[in-house]
């Protein structure tokens, strides 16, 4: 079965929440990147100059921001049209920077495992396996558009 309506809704329902505190959940969701996968430290330039994680840079807020986003526009595309779309320009980039930055299979499921846990946390009681599994969904979705256009250009 392809990615349903109520899928759709819980991601959209999440994010909604998720988006009221963007500063509090990117900050977790790069603690807990950082946990699963200290040395990705080194490949992020907002984390790179420091020991602690930067707890007011807008540069971090920005990426986490990116990354929420992207996953939850993810979601809404498979329900509309059974897969991820991305603009020609902007798969290009993602496929040269994750390239570039050398990342692996393994950091794809580092973001999937932090995503999931800071949306856990964000949303509290409404949390349901469900709306991990459509969050994660839509993440290895994406995830697995820009690891083709990797595929491609390496
Ligand atoms: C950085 N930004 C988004 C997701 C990530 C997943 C794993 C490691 C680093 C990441």
Redesign the pocket.
């Known amino acids: 079965m392809g990615f349903t309506e109520k899928q759709e809704a819980l991601v959209k329902e999440s994010w909604k929440v998720m988006k009221q505190n963007i500063p509090e959940h990117s900050l977790r969701?790069?603690t807990l990147?950082l946990e699963m996968?200290p040395a990705?430290k080194n490949?992020?330039p907002f984390l790179k100059d420091s020991d602690e994680i930067p707890q007011n840079d807008p540069t971090l807020k920005a990426?986490?921001f990116i990354?929420f986003k992207m996953t939850c526009d993810s979601a809404i595309q498979l329900r509309e049209k059974g897969q991820v779309v991305l603009r020609d320009v902007l798969l290009k980039h993602l496929g040269s920077v994750h390239l570039e930055k050398g990342?692996v299979n393994s950091?794809?499921e580092?973001?999937t495992e932090?995503?999931l846990g800071t949306i856990k946390e964000a949303v509290g009681e409404s949390w349901s396996d469900e709306m991990g599994g459509a969050w994660g969904e839509a993440y290895d979705q994406l995830a697995a558009t820009i690891k083709t256009q990797m595929e491609e250009k390496a």
């Open positions: 969701f790069f990147i996968a990705v490949m992020l990426h986490a990354v990342v950091h794809f580092v973001g932090a995503l």
